[in-house]
């Protein structure tokens, strides 16, 4: 436009608004570059109505009803019967596409198949119910729908000559599963109906004088409730082949649409990154820009680039260091082999320490730096020369980072306090701790009203330094690993399968005042200080405890009866196990026995318990289990049928007692059976039973005659003598404390 008709254009606009603007107030200015046409549509009414309905015979069926919908002009057109054929027309535009039931308009038709909204109100429904010609979603349903069997069952009839039989079999009805209220609850399936079907239904019965008439109805009204049955299969057969298209071009346009995003990648070089880390994942279809039903144009392209390019870089970031994860792992039973070899050294047993598994020992800087070397580094045994001779050193050090944790656990803070002071105090038989995982707590309150006096519920008291020995503190879960991750093939245990190996930690290590309160009493009852009491110094004393809350086992064919005389360790577990709920004043319901001075009524029958072992020969193999073998048959069972070239398994060569294991664990319950009433052939008869009771007997195994040991000697402890105490100090107090000698 030149600039002549500009300044024509403007002094128009100026000489019409002067007016305007001297009357009343101004209006607002139309903009520049609008050149949008209010209203072009209605000029379609202004055709003839043959042409115009012509034109809507070419449209789809929902294009009627939008249209219909727009304005009141179109609707006056479209919802007239002169428009049917233009409705019909339209239908023959979708191929396949059924007519409307018997009874029912064009647009109600359309309206029911393609509009995902209620008939009742305004939430959306997926699939409509063809069979009663309706979309009803689960908050209308008790108020819309009815169950027709139920109602024949308890509803009253209308009337003496209806029953409501006849009403529902006169109406449409749908077995199927509708949910109740919101989609939480489950599905209940009957026979159901509308509920305004149905009482049209009643009043147009009744609304009839005679017989003749409504019989007449009936057989009417059924023939087309059975024509409106066969027309409901057809449609359901469409709606249901009109979702799958729908699916498939949903799902197509999808994949061309990850197709293309994955070849735009692939230019720029993330051919590799984009595949995913486990079968039939793919991460790329997963991404929120790309599972889009969206053909994607340059321009689009353009908008979603720099976010998908930074994600493919994070993907190669992640494949990068899954790749040299698994170079490591491939590079760890090379390191598994050394740390067995050093492991299984004679002078090792009986354990009078504790040692990493091979999670730990991998963790170890010498050893992490040659397992992380590049991948064209070839890595074997004689990498790890210089490695070896520093493992002792290595495991010490550990050792040190290691009982920092328990000090960290057990004590309190306290600059204070001297080493001495604190490897004393972690020795403290009271300091004593629980295994979250090996045990099971009483639910209090249902305890208090009775209701499980049936429940099996354990504790696992754990003493210094059993505690270190303790297989939970290296055994994991495998989900913790999430799903997908790189397998460690050096971390798998045989049994149970779910377990696997973790870095030493006290995760499943807690403090217990119930417990630590019992054995404080337990330690006063030998006429000990709690505060200064030891493990070693409790193990010493030869203390038996009988609990006289418990009732006594009378033996059949005597009057003799058994019970059990328990060691300070195990009666600590029973009370809490057994008594609960009166730990504080167990000690009045005890009776302490002193070594070697039992009643002379009192015959020592045979130990209750059994010794825990583990396996030389497992160590930090696939075949270790993750928990100890439970007696001597036990591990001697699996000696045998895992290692056949070990014929005679001897203990401290091929099985071993786990650190800090009691020495008394044999014998820490003993039954006990007083035989004071009766005579020697009732005594024998006692006996006998007792045996057949207990089924155990005390059991010898063939120990190696090179160490030497016996039982009372395997839990000597030099875990915090002058050499293994020099570790580096760690950040907290106590450990400045530890390391200060």
């Not at 469409?238 to 799902?251: A, L």
């Not at 006996?687 to 063939?702: I, K, M, N, P, Q």
Request: hydrophobic fraction near 35%.
């Amino acid at each position: 436009m030149s600039s002549r008709k500009k300044r024509k254009s403007l002094v128009a606009s100026s000489s019409n608004t002067e007016p305007s603007n001297a009357s009343g107030p101004s209006q607002p200015a139309k903009s520049k570059g609008s050149r949008r046409t209010r209203g072009k549509l209605s000029a379609l009414l202004e055709l003839p109505l043959d042409i115009l309905l012509e034109i809507f015979g070419f449209l789809l069926p929902l294009d009627l009803l939008h249209l219909s919908r727009l304005n009141k002009d179109f609707r006056q057109v479209l919802m007239s019967k002169s428009s049917v054929g233009a409705w019909k027309a339209a239908r023959q535009n979708l191929p396949g596409f059924p007519g409307p039931f018997r009874g029912m308009s064009e647009p109600a038709w359309v309206n029911l198949a393609f509009i995902a909204e209620c008939h009742f109100c305004t939430r959306t429904v997926r699939n409509p119910d063809m069979y009663l010609m309706t979309r009803v979603c689960p908050p209308c349903t008790s108020e819309r729908l009815i169950k027709t069997q139920a109602l024949k069952r308890n509803a009253n009839p209308p009337s003496a000559h209806v029953s409501v039989g006849d009403v529902t079999s006169l109406i449409p009805a749908h077995c199927t599963g509708y949910r109740h209220g919101d989609h939480s609850g489950p599905k209940q399936w009957d026979w159901w109906s509308l509920r305004s079907d149905y009482d049209a239904m009643c009043a147009k019965l009744l609304s009839f004088e005679t017989s003749g008439e409504r019989g007449e109805f009936i057989k009417n009204q059924k023939a087309l409730v059975s024509d409106n049955l066969k027309h409901s299969r057809i449609c359901q057969m469409w709606n249901v082949q009109r979702t799958n298209e729908r699916y498939h071009e949903i799902h197509q346009g999808k994949k061309d649409r990850r197709q293309a995003i994955y070849d735009k990648l692939k230019e720029l070089g993330y051919e590799e990154d984009l595949k995913g880390s486990r079968p039939y994942s793919d991460p790329l279809a997963d991404h929120p820009l790309v599972k889009k039903n969206l053909p994607l144009t340059e321009r689009g392209w353009l908008k979603i680039r720099d976010e998908l390019v930074s994600w493919a870089e994070v993907r190669r970031a992640t494949r990068l260091a899954r790749e040299h994860q698994m170079l490591v792992n491939s590079r760890k039973p090379i390191a598994v082999s050394i740390l067995r070899q050093y492991k299984n050294d004679r002078s090792h047993y009986p354990v009078t320490t504790f040692f990493p598994s091979v999670v730990d020992f991998c963790r170890f800087l010498p050893v992490k730096e040659i397992l992380d070397l590049p991948f064209d580094v070839e890595v074997n045994e004689e990498s790890f020369s210089e490695v070896i001779p520093q493992i002792p050193e290595l495991c010490r050090q550990w050792r040190g980072q290691i009982k920092r944790k328990l000090i960290k656990l057990l004590l309190q803070p306290n600059s204070e306090r001297s080493r001495d002071e604190t490897i004393h105090q972690l020795q403290l038989a009271c300091n004593v701790v629980i295994c979250r995982r090996c045990s099971e707590f009483p639910d209090t309150a249902r305890r208090r009203r009775g209701q499980s006096a049936s429940q099996v519920f354990s504790v696992q008291p754990l003493f210094y330094p059993q505690m270190l020995s303790h297989r939970c503190m290296q055994v994991g879960h495998r989900s913790e690993f999430g799903f997908g991750s790189v397998v460690d093939e050096t971390c798998r245990l045989k049994s149970p399968a779910w377990h696997v190996r973790v870095a030493w930690s006290t995760d499943y290590l807690a403090r217990n005042d119930k417990v630590r309160s019992i054995v404080q009493r337990i330690v006063k009852m030998v006429n000990l200080n709690p505060a200064t009491t030891t493990v070693s110094e409790m193990d010493a004393d030869g203390s038996h405890f009988a609990c006289l809350l418990c009732d006594k086992q009378q033996l059949p064919g005597s009057n003799s009866q058994m019970f059990i005389l328990y060691r300070w360790r195990e009666m600590a577990r029973h009370i809490f196990q057994s008594h609960f709920y009166v730990t504080a004043t167990f000690p009045r319901h005890v009776r302490k026995f002193d070594s070697e001075e039992l009643p002379v009524n009192y015959r020592n029958i045979a130990p209750v318990g059994t010794i825990m072992f583990q396996c030389v020969h497992c160590h930090d193999l696939p075949s270790e289990s993750a928990s100890s073998y439970n007696g001597s048959e036990e591990i001697t069972k699996h000696i045998l049928d895992v290692h056949p070239e070990v014929t005679t398994p001897k203990l401290n060569k091929d099985f071993y007692v786990p650190l800090g294991a009691p020495f008394e664990a044999h014998k820490g319950r003993v039954v006990v059976v007083d035989v004071s009433d009766d005579t020697s052939e009732e005594l024998q008869v006692a006996y006998a039973c007792v045996l057949d009771t207990v089924g155990a007997s005390h059991l010898e195994w063939e120990s190696d005659p090179d160490p030497g040991v016996h039982f009372d000697e395997l839990n000597e402890d030099v875990l915090l003598d002058e050499e293994d105490s020099d570790e580096d100090s760690g950040s907290d107090e106590d450990s400045e404390a530890l390391s200060s000698s």
